[in-house]
């Protein structure tokens, strides 16, 4: 079974400009979650989508923004970048239990430079 | 509000040799979930081991433990006979009813070095 699968892995910008990020679940996982890793903050939920609606959100500006489409894929957006949204942004998926065992299985990663 | 404390930044041991990292927790909420997480230099995080709070016995997953002390919010994970591929960041994390079992608060991280 394939994994949990981030594209680009790696992402060069410039302040002010926007960027989409995208995740593919792991097959029959329906809720994908997005986090935020920076060296400063640590790891940092940013969001939950499930069946095509957001379920969960953090403590993130209206900046950053998902969606998720039927198949489950889910891509994340973030306009007006700033210097601080430099970080590794990570994708989970797992099934759409809503028990607090439910494991999450992350993706690779994607790591974007603001420059 | 609900805190993950990790005080150990790095943590060296002995190959073969049994290492404990240490996570603290601070919540209200009477059931929560806690993890444990491993991120190798490649930047994925690798599920190691659950434990919910209601959990009467401490979970195990081959080398990995979790000693669970509830009336000391702690949980701490033990590895034994460490391997040189265990060298990497170990993250606890929690989740919350209230907040969503799929939101994880995670702690800062203790990056383990094995030593051959």
């Known amino acids: 079974k394939a994994g949990v699968t981030q594209t680009p892995r790696y992402l060069i910008k410039t302040r002010g400009q926007q960027v989409t990020l995208s995740c593919s679940p792991i097959?029959?996982?329906?809720?994908v979650s997005w986090y935020q890793q920076t060296p400063g903050q640590g790891l940092q939920f940013l969001f939950e989508?499930?069946?095509?609606?957001?379920?969960n959100k953090g403590n993130f500006p209206g900046r950053f923004s998902g969606r998720q489409f039927s198949n489950s894929r889910s891509e994340m957006n973030v306009s007006t970048l700033e210097l601080g949204d430099s970080a590794l942004y990570l994708c989970?998926?797992?099934?759409?239990?809503?028990?607090?065992?439910?494991?999450?299985?992350f993706g690779p990663g994607t790591r974007l430079t603001v420059l | 509000a609900q805190k993950i404390t990790q005080t150990q930044p790095g943590m060296f041991v002995q190959e073969k040799e049994a290492v404990t990292l240490d996570c603290t927790y601070d919540t209200s909420d009477p059931s929560y979930g806690l993890f444990w997480y491993k991120q190798p230099s490649s930047g994925e995080m690798i599920f190691l081991i659950y434990q919910g709070s209601y959990d009467q016995q401490n979970a195990t997953e081959g080398r990995y433990s979790l000693n669970f002390q509830k009336a000391r919010k702690s949980a701490n994970l033990v590895i034994s006979a460490s391997q040189l591929g265990d060298s990497a960041m170990y993250f606890c994390a929690m989740s919350y009813d209230q907040t969503g079992a799929n939101n994880l608060f995670f702690g800062t991280g203790t990056r383990l070095t094995v030593i051959p």
């Open positions: 097959s029959g996982h329906r809720s």
């Open positions: 989508y499930f069946s095509e609606t957001q379920r």
């Open positions: 989970a998926s797992s099934l759409a239990k809503r028990e607090l065992g439910n494991e999450q299985f």
